[in-house]
């Protein structure tokens, strides 16, 4: 017996739980204007985040998926994209699209059941969210073909979950991508769970970056919730990739702080002593004592900060809250240049819903109520 393979997973973490910095950091560490900004973005999304979680409460907004404690990764992925690239999302990477310039009043009109939130203004041809798990890998993987065959210097960034990993999609995506050398970035963020199974449960593997070895491609493990390592590790696998020198698998640890979506309770399934000790890590918190040691950051700031994002946010939620919604027949119009008689027959009765003329018993005009789509 010989070995005819070895392999080794590096974990990248500068910035740890406390806000000490390690010897060695990229100059990202000490580039205030940078830091500030991604503290300020990792700010304003978790105002949307609290914001969103409560217009569903409140009967104005569908099913939302909470990325409170993945803002790390999600602005630290965006931040190390080029413009020209293509984002490829799940369906909680608010911290990513808003970094790229998605309007929040757009998401919220996606989640609150309307598609025309899929129309950004901004990053025009990054893709929209994704609920069928592990399918955007395919995605991902085709796009960067397409850019590969055009010879255009830009990469894929695809996003996917832990549980995700699971699915052949994702071994499928990344065995092409590895094999075609195509200039794709995969990002796991693993948060720990996937709905109520934990990772323990949901694979054997040490490490998911490990995955990438199958795939004959570099993998890799980052502390998600440390933004300077997610953005230099995510600048070296988009450099590389725009370089023609092929995929990179990266793997953000982070946690999931919130239930998986508004149509669950996490309390049922998970000790909350785990959760206590997770807000302990998490990214906010970090940056800003760094900050702080900077010398850039003080409370007055941070409660200017708070301040601006949320009228931000409260102007966002105007501006959703106040559009003319679409008429039910949009949901019909664009299926068929000659609809069957079935959906004729929908597209009627769902006209009837919208003008209050349906049947006793059934209640109707839930307005932005939306279903459950997970
Ligand atoms: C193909 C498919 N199977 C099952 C589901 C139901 N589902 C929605 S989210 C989810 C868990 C995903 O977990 P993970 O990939 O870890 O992502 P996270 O939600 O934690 O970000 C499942 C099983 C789905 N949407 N699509
Ligand atoms: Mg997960």
Redesign the pocket.
Known sequence: MKTVAEFEIKYCQFLDAAGSLAAGAPPLASDTAELLKMYRFMTLVRAFDTKAVNLQRTGKLGTY?SCLGHEAAHVGVAAAMHPEDVLIP???EFGSQIWRGVKMSTILTFWGGDERGCDYTTAREDFPWC?????QMLHGAGVAMAMKIRGQKRCSVTF??????S?GAFYEAINLAGARALPAVFVI???G???S?PIEQ?TATKTLAQKAIAAGIPGVQVDGNDVIAVRHITSEAVTRARRGEGPTLIEALTY?LGD??TADDASRYRDQSEVKEAWGKEPLLRLRSHLMKLRVWDEAREGALKAECAREVEAAVDEYLSAPKPSTDEMFDHLFANPPKGLAEQREVARRYANGHHAAGHGAGHGRNGSDG?
Do not use: S
Request: proline share 4%.
């Open positions: 998926a799940v369906y909680r609920v069928p798990i592990a399918t996917i979950g832990d549980g995700g990993t699915e963020v693993n948060n769970w996937a709905i199974v949901q999931r998986h979506t997970h």
